[in-house]
C-alpha cells in the first residue's frame, strides 16, 4: 500500500529479534520504516490506536487446503484466504491436492492469479512432488521453481517408492524447493479410521497404529540424512515421530517439522462421542503422545504450529464412519495455541512457531517485526475470551473441533504489505 499507517501504544513482539515493548509503529509504502518514538501522524495518516493489543509478525500457516480448483463446495481461494485474514494469518502455503492437482505451472499459475484478486494474504502453491499424486512420475520441479513454488508434497499420499522419493528428494534439494512430508506408512493405516488403541477398541473401529506415522517417519529421516538433503515433516501427533526427529536434529540432519493444534490440545478420547469433525489423518492419539508433541514444541523439537486446514462440507461430515478426514482452524489457530500452550511457553516462544521459524524453513522474507520488512502485522487481544461458534466463521465449512469452546486471545486487525486485509467490529 502507498501512504502512512501509524499503530499507537501498541505492544509489539518480535521473536525474531527478542524485542517486546509498548511502542509504536510507523508503516510507510507497505513497509515498517520505524519502531519507536518521535513521529507524528499528518493528515492523510491511517492511525490504529493500539492500546489494550499487542501487535506480532503475521502469521504464517504452512499446511492449507484451499480446496480450489475442484472442491469449491468445501472451501474457496477468496474464502479460505478470508478465514486465514481472520485467524492474523498473512501468509499461507496450500496443498496442492486439488481437481486438478497443482502439479504443473499452469495449476500453479492459476492459484496465483485467484490469490491475486482475494484480500491479499500471500498465498504459496506447494505443488506435487508426483504428478496426481500418484507417486509414480514425478512433476517438472524445474518448471514449478520458474512458476514461483517454493515447497513440493505429496501430502496424503506419501510417495511410497523409495527410488522416486530418494530423487525427488535430491531434486527438490537442488532447485531450493523445501519438501513437505505427509509420513505415513499406508500399509499399516489401512483400513483405519481413528487411532489404533482403547478407543479404537472401545468403538469396535479400525484403528491407524501409531507405528504407521512413526515408520515413514524413520524412512524420509534416513533418507535426508544419507541424501543430505532438507526435508519437513508435516503434522507431528506421536512420541515416537517427536522422538526420531528430535534425535535426527542432534545428528544434524536438515529436517525441521510442524504440528497443528489438534494435537496438542486433544486426545483420541474426543472420538468417543462419534463426531467426524473430530476425525483427521493422522488421527488424535494418546495422552503420552499429546505431551510428546507438547515437549518437542517447547524443545525447538518440532519448529512450526500449522494447522492443515481441512474444509468439508456439513453433509460430508454427517456420518461418523464415511466421514473424510479432515479439520479446519485458520481462524481459531492462534488463540487455541496461546489457550493449550500457555502454561509451557512464552508468548514470544509460542508466536516464534506461527512467524519467524516457519517462515525460516520456507525462505520466506517475512515472520518478523522490524524496520524494513514487510508489514505483515496482527493485532491481537490476549486477554479477550470468546467461545467459538463455527456459523460466525469466515471460510466455507463448519468442521472445526475448538467448536463451543472458550479460547484466549482474539485477532482484532490483520495487515498485510500496509493493507488492512482484515478488522474485527467490536469493542474490546
Ligand atoms: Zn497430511
Redesign the pocket.
Known sequence: MLGKMLISNVRVIDPASAFDSVTNLLITDGKITAIGSGFEADKDTTVIDGTNLMAAPGFIDM?VHLREPGQTEKEDIASGCMAAAAGGITSLVC?PNTKPTTDSPEAVNFIKEKAAAACGVKVYPAAAITKNLAGEVQSDFCALKAAGVIAVSD??NPVADDRILRKAMIQADKQGLKMLC?C?NKVLSSGGLINEGKISEVLGIPGMPAEAEDSDTARVIEMAESTGCAVHI??VSTRGSVKLIREAKKRGVKVTAETAPHYFAFTESKLLKEDADFRM??PLRTYKDRFAVIEGLCDGTIDAIAT?HAPHTPEEKADFLSAPNGVIGMETSFAASFMYLKEFMTLSDIIACMTVKPANILGLDAGRLQVGAPADIVLFNPRDVWTVKPEELHGKSRNAVFKGQKLIGRVYYTICDGNIIFERKKSR
Do not use: K, L, S, W
Open positions: 499446511h496443498m501430502d496424503g505427509h505415513e508435516c503434522h489423518n493422522p492443515d
